[in-house]
């Protein structure tokens, strides 16, 4: 680094630690947030720092006084994108009927929110961040991770083998992930075609892991409401 760099990077973190103190600044940082969810869905999901910085009105400079990177804001779009999306599908989990009922309501979402937000879904899939240190990525997919719990709730032995749970949800996120980012590119079915298949992919990957642990369900029959308890949740995903 060149002695002009190092004193540029110098002064911007100086101005970053004295812009941490000033009112307003998590205000201004969510303002960024929002114009790079913009700037992504406008340009797609390698939007630049140009564009994010002209969607929010500030010149780069400014910019680098609330995140330290680029990095740094994607992972902060990443985790915005991902609560976003977890809170749709958490309000379909309390579905009563039979498990390909159950498992319909949270896929459904899950698409639909893809299909309206296309960038967006690529940018929070193809970002995953796996490298971070934790527990839960923004990135894992956030129907895998939220159908694990409630897996847990319908099935109360579907997270007794934490490092089973883990497999489990690991083929439904991949599963989940890869078909919706190629429907995305391709377009080869309907938005319905891909749900009924989606939902049926994603049971029998369920019913396999049932059948490990000796259960066999009808996936048209009703199951008992579902029931919470601290011992049943399984590991979440990494």
Do not use: C
């Not at 009112?23 to 406008?42: M, N, T, V």
């Not at 330290?68 to 991902?82: C, G, M, P, T």
């Not at 960038?119 to 899939?125: E, G, Q």
């Amino acid at each position: 680094m060149g002695i002009v760099e190092r004193k540029h990077w110098v002064d911007t973190t100086a101005v970053r630690r004295a812009t941490s103190r000033l009112p307003g600044r998590d205000l201004r940082r969510e303002q960024i947030i929002k114009a790079a969810l913009s700037a992504i869905e406008e340009n797609g999901p390698h939007a630049l720092t140009g564009q994010i910085a002209d969607k929010a009105g500030l010149g780069r400079t400014h910019f680098y006084r609330h995140f330290a990177s680029k990095e740094e804001l994607d992972l902060a779009v990443a985790r915005y994108v991902h609560r976003e999306l977890t809170a749709k599908i958490r309000l379909t989990l309390g579905v009563r009927g039979s498990p390909l009922d159950v498992i319909r309501a949270p896929v459904t979402q899950h698409v639909v929110w893809a299909d309206e937000n296309p960038n967006l879904y690529r940018f929070l899939v193809n970002r995953h961040y796996r490298r971070s240190t934790e527990k839960s990525a923004p990135g894992s997919s956030a129907f895998a991770s939220e159908l694990a719990l409630a897996g847990a709730r319908y099935f109360p032995r579907y997270g007794e083998d934490s490092a089973a749970a883990d497999r489990n949800v690991a083929a439904i996120m991949g599963l989940i992930d890869a078909s919706v980012l190629w429907w995305l590119d391709h377009r080869d079915s309907t938005r319905e075609e891909l749900v009924v298949r989606l939902t049926r992919q994603t049971w029998l990957i369920i019913d396999d892991r049932l059948r490990e642990l000796g259960i066999q369900l009808d996936p048209q029959s009703p199951l008992n409401d579902p029931t919470v308890s601290s011992s049943t949740t399984p590991a979440s995903p990494r």
